[in-house]
């Protein structure tokens, strides 16, 4: 059995990466994730730090 799917996301590349790759966000997409806060100012960058509760 094979089964696929196709999703269409009718945005810039770039806009979808920065909502999926910055976990504030993550809430909004990964079912169970607990929430995030941000211990940074700018960027998100590599060393860029943050905090996560339980769900």
């Known amino acids: 059995m094979q ?3 196709r999703i269409v ?6 806009g979808v990466f920065a909502f ?3 976990p504030c966000c993550w809430t909004d997409w990964i079912a169970g994730a607990a929430p995030v806060q941000r211990t940074w100012s ?3 960058d ?3 730090t943050f905090r996560q ?3």
């Open 9 to 14: 996301i009718a945005r810039p590349i770039r």
């Open 53 to 55: 509760g339980a769900p």
């Open 3 to 5: 089964i696929a799917t």
């Open 20 to 22: 999926v790759s910055n």
């Open 46 to 48: 590599v060393g860029t």
């Open 42 to 44: 700018g960027q998100l």
